[in-house]
C-alpha cells in the first residue's frame, strides 16, 4: 500500500480528519515537507510518530488547518456586512442566529461580534463559532494577538475593545462572552439548524468539488429560508443555482427558493 493511503487512512482512525476530502496533491505535498521537517522521510514512521507524540499532533493539527487570519480581513465585504447584510436581516427576523465555521484562531467572530455592537446590547450577542483544530479554538478562547492581526481594526474598536500587553493586544472579556467556541469538523459532524447568517471563509478552496458539493447542501439545509452564506474572497460559488443558492452581494448568498 502506498504510505499516504496509509497515513491518510490512519489519521481518520485517530482523528476522525477525512484526507480524502482535501486535494490530495497539495495535501501530499504539504504533509511530506512536514515530516521531513521533522526527520521523517517514511510516513508510516511519521505516523507512528504522532500518535505517540502530543506536541508532533498538534504541530500536524495546526499546519493541516492552514489557520491564517486577521480582524476585518477583506475590508469592504465586512462593510457591506454592516450596511446592507445585517440591517436586514435584522429588519426581517429581529434577534438573529448567527454560525461562523471554520472560525480558525478567532479573529472573525470577534469582528462580527464587534460590528454586532452597532445593532445590538452587547450582553445580546451570541455567535456560534466552531473549527476543527482544537489548538485554534484555545487560542480564540485566550484571544491574544500580534499588532499585525489588528491593522484593519478601526480606532473605536481598538480602543473599546482591546487592551495592548506588550507587544500583543488582548479581545475584552465583554467581546469574548459574546461568542460560543466549540470543535467542528465541517466534513463529518451534523451542522446547527436554522442559522440567519453562516460564515464560512477561506476554507472550501482546500476541499475537492465531492467535497463542496456535500458541504453546500449542508449549508443549505442549515440556513433559514432568507438566511446568507458568507464566502471568502476567492471563493465566490461559480453557478450557486447548481447549489440551489442565488448571489446577493459579492461573496454573499442567499437561498434560490
Known amino acids: 500500500m502506498d504510505k499516504y493511503e496509509f497515513f491518510k487512512k490512519q489519521i481518520y482512525k485517530l482523528t476522525d480528519i477525512d484526507l480524502n476530502l482535501y486535494k490530495e496533491k497539495q495535501m501530499r505535498r504539504r504533509i511530506n515537507s512536514l515530516a521531513n521537517r521533522n526527520g521523517f522521510k517514511d510516513l508510516e514512521d511519521y505516523f507512528y510518530a504522532i500518535k505517540k507524540d502530543r506536541e508532533l499532533f498538534n504541530e500536524f493539527i495546526n499546519y493541516l488547518t492552514i489557520n491564517v487570519s486577521e480582524f476585518f480581513r477583506n475590508p469592504k465585504q465586512w462593510e457591506v456586512m454592516e450596511h446592507d447584510i445585517i440591517p436586514n436581516l435584522i429588519k426581517r427576523n429581529g434577534k438573529i442566529k448567527i454560525w461562523n465555521s471554520a472560525c480558525s484562531t478567532g479573529e472573525e467572530p470577534y469582528t462580527l461580534a464587534m460590528i454586532l455592537t452597532k445593532f445590538y446590547n452587547i450582553n445580546e450577542i451570541k455567535i456560534l463559532a466552531t473549527d476543527i483544530d482544537k489548538a485554534a479554538i484555545e487560542k480564540a478562547k485566550i484571544g491574544i494577538y500580534n499588532e499585525k ?3 484593519n481594526v478601526h480606532s473605536e474598536y481598538k480602543k473599546k475593545f482591546f487592551k495592548k500587553i506588550g507587544n500583543s493586544y488582548k479581545i475584552d472579556e465583554s467581546i469574548k462572552k459574546c461568542i460560543e467556541f466549540k470543535h467542528h469538523n465541517l466534513l463529518k459532524d451534523a451542522y446547527p439548524k436554522d442559522n440567519h447568517l453562516i460564515l464560512c471563509r477561506n476554507v472550501m478552496i482546500y476541499f475537492t468539488e465531492e467535497a463542496k458539493v456535500k458541504l453546500y447542501k449542508n449549508f443549505y439545509d442549515s440556513l433559514t429560508d432568507d438566511g446568507v452564506l458568507f464566502v471568502g474572497s476567492t471563493e465566490q460559488i461559480i453557478l450557486p443555482e447548481r447549489y440551489n ?13
Open 245 to 257: 443558492f442565488k448571489p446577493i452581494k459579492t461573496f454573499f448568498y442567499g437561498k434560490a427558493i
Open 149 to 151: 492581526s489588528l491593522k
